[in-house]
């Protein structure tokens, strides 16, 4: 048996500590390997992760390699303290627990972790180490706007919503859960703070956390739990930030998209705000309890003229109202203005796509429960009318099986086009 001498032994031991530590916060600055060993360590260790979930069978994900670490290489460079930022990257043939928990569904994905929570967005950005590191970079900037008088709140833009909290001092720990917040939601709402004798006013009760809505001026709404939850503080401003209904344009088209469920959009005049008002109205009264299985939407009409002409629409026809499921589209069956607002209507509209009724009765006519009649069968009602047709071919009377109706075709899904491009991902397996 081969012995070790005292400083042999030393060194051995200083080199298993080494690699211990390397395994459970490893050398900042480089592209770590994540695995369901060190993934949770990993991201809820750093202010910020930038995770590449790839293949190494995808010929997009071998070009992405070297620029990924490029730009992790720049990073490390400009950002020495540990803790602040990794990059990460997940081979998704081999950690397939990881894959799914993150539904990645093509290769390669760039997605950005924050205080251990996956940020909505994706990155879309150049595939370019320069790009990368600049959308770090961008990441990085304080989430929070810092003023010395409560004057200038009375100036903020008002097409934006906004988040202010007033704070007696920036070590309390009721800003350091609303830091954190803020570092989650930075894309859906601008946040704001007051510190000491310029946020007095607003304290009378002790600190105090405040939303104020776009288009509003002092009309703030108070937040009126735990400062210090994080988990309560978020979900509010969560609720708040994010709106029920969003409107969509090209530059949000494909992350709409990507968050995979079905849209229910209404197409409408530029200047028609009254319908888009009742649409926010009747949405949040008819289908809150859908907000997890359907995007609700506004567009307008003349920027997307194409999705219109889909469903043999025009301009002229505005509002219209119609469901993409990303395979067909669905036009409402009413008149958007009278009827969107009759109880259950909305409802029984999204039911019939989740029930499968909508593709059915698309391809094969009206069900056979349905309220709508179908047309009448030869040999019944309206049969005189169609024999004395030039073209009618006469019924076997001895034929006792139903006519069936033709199929007919229902649009296809125009916004599953506006997806991600095909020149930027390999799909996965099962979808090739």
């Known amino acids: 048996m081969k012995t070790f001498t005292s400083v042999q032994a030393v060194h051995v031991i200083y080199l298993c500590i080494a690699w211990l530590c390397n395994i ?10 994540l695995n369901d060993g060190n993934v949770n360590n990993i991201l809820g260790g750093h202010d910020i992760v930038f995770v590449n979930f790839y293949a190494d069978w995808c010929r997009f994900s071998q070009i992405l390699a070297p620029i990924f670490e490029e730009a992790s290489n720049k990073i490390r460079q400009e950002v020495p303290e540990a803790g602040r930022v990794a990059f990460g990257k997940v081979d998704c043939d081999r950690e397939v627990n990881i894959a799914t ?82 570092s989650s939601l930075r894309d859906d709402c601008v946040f704001h703070a007051a510190f000491g004798p310029a946020s007095v006013a607003e304290r009378s009760g002790g600190d105090n956390i405040v939303f104020r809505p776009a288009n509003s001026r002092r009309q703030d709404i108070v937040y009126m739990g735990s400062l210090v939850n994080f988990d309560t503080v978020k979900q509010w401003t969560t609720e708040k930030c994010v709106p029920f209904v969003r409107e969509i344009t090209f530059e949000n088209a494909e992350e709409l998209t990507e968050e995979g469920l079905p849209f229910l959009i209404l197409f409408h005049k530029s200047d028609d705000t009254a319908i888009v008002d009742k649409y926010h109205t009747e949405v949040a009264r008819q289908l809150s309890s859908e907000k997890t299985s359907v995007n609700f939407l506004t567009a307008d009409g003349s920027k997307f003229t194409h999705p219109l002409h889909h469903l043999g629409k025009t301009l002229d026809d505005l509002p219209v109202l119609a469901i993409d499921s990303f395979r067909h589209m669905y036009v409402f069956p009413g008149n958007v203005r009278e009827d969107m607002s009759k109880p259950g209507v909305l409802k029984a509209f999204i039911d019939d796509l989740h029930s499968g009724k909508l593709h059915r009765e698309f391809h094969h006519g009206p069900d056979p429960t349905s309220t709508i009649p179908p047309p009448p069968a030869l040999g019944q009602q309206g049969d005189q009318e ?44 099962d979808e090739l």
């Open 24 to 33: 459970i916060n490893p050398v900042y600055g480089e592209t770590v390997a």
């Open 101 to 182: 928990t993150y539904r990645i569904s093509k290769y390669p994905t760039l997605k950005l972790f924050r205080n251990g929570q996956v940020v909505k967005k994706e990155f879309r950005g150049q595939r370019s180490a320069d790009s990368i590191a600049n959308f770090i970079r961008e990441q990085m900037k304080d989430s929070v706007i810092e003023h010395t008088n409560v004057e200038d709140f009375d100036e903020l833009d008002t097409k934006k919503r906004h988040v202010i909290g007033y704070f007696d001092t920036k070590a309390s720990d009721t800003y350091k859960t609303f830091t954190k917040v803020a």
């Open 386 to 429: 169609v024999q004395n047709q030039p073209n009618h071919i006469p019924k076997d009377a001895s034929d006792s099986q139903p006519v069936r109706e033709q199929p007919t075709s229902p649009p296809e899904s125009a916004f599953r086009k506006l997806g991600p491009s095909r020149n930027r991902y390999t799909i996965l397996r």
